[in-house]
């Protein structure tokens, strides 16, 4: 089965500075995607960026951008100019076929 | 657009009660169905996937159960609920694989 491992529970970054969110995956896929998720408090899951494996170019989304080492199997989230309203808990997640498996997130503070 | 709708927002139920969550997406047709549960900090587990009517995978064996009777309709069912069965259920839809999942709003469910 694929998993996906997020390795910090918690981060915290002062605002305006920049922060990354490690993830990992297991596959043994060569075609998969790769995306990180945003569960504020109110829990409602908001897409953040997505990855297809089959390219190498590093997907942006204005401040988000990620660091996808395929060989690695690592998907990294960088996050510039933090911002309090990115306050919330990160999911990675990896599809293949009909199947989204999500990592146990980490949950990034912003400190004023 | 699409839509997704899940209800109720907020469940309390006693330990072997039955439960019922409904599932229901709008503006699209033969969409990948999902159901999630979210532990108190943990991350999303697949409890089960539907790529058509009828059509179930279930991920984690255990006491829920789930339908999909339409098109666009998904149901989470346990005849007898655990005290582990409390959690954030969250429905979910994609346009098939390799894209995103939509998610609802989730719903709360508290045993007691």
């Known amino acids: 089965a694929q998993t996906v491992t997020q390795s910090q529970p918690e981060m915290s970054v002062q605002e305006a500075e920049t922060v990354t969110l490690s993830c990992t995956y297991d596959?043994?896929?060569?075609?998969?995607?790769l995306f990180w998720y945003k569960q504020p408090p109110s829990r409602q899951m908001i897409l953040v960026i997505r990855?297809?494996?089959?390219?190498?170019q590093n997907a942006t989304e204005n401040r988000f951008s990620v660091n996808f080492q395929k060989a690695a199997k690592s998907f990294s989230l960088k996050i510039s100019d933090s911002q309090l309203g990115d306050a919330a808990m990160y999911f990675c997640?990896?599809?293949?076929?009909?199947?989204?498996?999500f990592g146990t997130g980490t949950s990034l503070t912003v400190i004023p | 657009s699409q839509t997704i709708h899940q209800w109720p927002a907020t469940l309390v139920q006693p330990v072997g009660s039955p439960l019922s969550l409904e599932c229901t997406v709008e503006?699209?047709?033969?969409?990948?169905l999902y159901w999630y549960r979210q532990a108190a900090g943990r991350g999303l587990q697949l409890l089960f996937y539907?790529?058509?009517?009828?059509?179930i995978s279930s991920e984690v064996p255990q006491n829920l159960s789930a339908s999909r009777p339409q098109d666009r309709q998904f149901i989470l069912s346990s005849k007898k609920l655990l005290l582990s069965d409390s959690g954030f259920y969250l429905c979910?839809?994609?346009?098939?694989?390799?894209?995103?999942?939509?998610f609802g709003q989730g719903t709360r469910l508290t045993v007691v």
């Open positions: 979910a839809w994609s346009r098939g694989s390799r894209t995103e999942a939509f």
């Open positions: 596959t043994s896929e060569s075609d998969y995607y």
């Open positions: 990855q297809e494996a089959y390219k190498q």
């Open positions: 997640a990896y599809s293949s076929g009909n199947q989204f498996y």
């Open positions: 503006g699209t047709s033969n969409p990948n």
């Open positions: 539907s790529v058509g009517i009828g059509q």
